[in-house]
């Protein structure tokens, strides 16, 4: 019996976004290993769209490196479309995003967008969001007293680090790991969250949720819509 790998999933799910990209137009992308798979669908495309708006740099070098224009957000008005991945996906369509530090510009480009298209293999849909470690990016200043919010919560949170540093965003900042978090409610977690002095972002993505997701299973790419 053969089985799909994860890898393969993903490139499924890549292939199929290629259907919402609107020809003569630019398209939003986000961030992480699903996502350049979309991104190299793209290219066999590339003709037949007017560029993209990236939400990270490692996003921006793969497109231009495939010969895709790249856009800054401020240029455009509103996007048709924004593609990108997600950590979780519940069944409503909230996600939790930014395993890839990418969550501020996600967002940002998630709110110009009139439809976000997630794709994402079946091990990112859950019932609940929460086992997936929510990243915050935060202000380094103000690190310290979110993290005691977070505890005081009943969660565990930890600054992200990289080489043994704190790991540095593309906006500058830094990224809080928060664990042993059950998100009953995406909306007012999300609202209450980023009122918090030197909060930048949380990682739930629910004002900004998905309106479809394509989801990468052994038997295909099934298509939800929330
Ligand atoms: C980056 C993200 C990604 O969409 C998320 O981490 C999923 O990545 P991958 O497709 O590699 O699993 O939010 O900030």
Redesign the pocket.
């Known amino acids: 019996m053969s089985t799909i790998s994860q890898d393969e999933l993903?490139t499924l799910v890549g292939i199929a976004a290629l259907k919402y990209v609107v020809p003569g137009e630019i398209v939003g992308v986000?961030?992480?290993?699903?996502?350049n798979k979309f991104i190299d669908a793209l290219a066999s495309i590339k003709h037949q769209i007017k560029g993209a708006v990236s939400s990270s740099n490692a996003s921006t070098e793969r497109l231009l490196a495939l010969g895709i224009q790249v856009f800054d957000s401020n240029d455009v008005q509103e996007l048709s479309v924004y593609i990108?991945?997600?950590?979780e996906i519940d069944h409503q369509g909230y996600m939790i995003?930014?395993?890839?530090?990418?969550?501020t510009r996600?967002k940002i480009i998630a709110a110009q967008s009139k439809q976000f298209v997630c794709i994402?293999d079946e091990s990112k849909l859950v019932a609940t969001l929460g086992r997936f470690p929510l990243p915050v990016e935060v202000i380094p200043m103000a690190e310290q007293r979110i993290i005691r919010q977070f505890q005081a919560m009943g969660a565990q949170a930890q600054i992200r680090m990289c080489d043994g540093h704190a790991l540095v965003t593309d906006n500058g900042q830094h990224i809080v790991d928060v664990t042993h978090l059950q998100i009953t409610s995406p909306l007012q977690f999300e609202t209450q969250v980023s009122q918090w002095p030197g909060v930048v972002t949380v990682g739930v993505f629910a004002l900004q949720k998905a309106n479809v997701c394509l989801l990468g299973t052994p038997d295909g790419v099934k298509t939800l819509t929330f």
């Not at 986000?30 to 996502?35: E, L």
């Not at 995003?97 to 969550?103: D, E, P, V």
């Open positions: 993903k986000g961030t992480g290993s699903t996502v990108d991945g997600a950590d995003k930014g395993g890839g530090a990418a969550l996600e994402a």
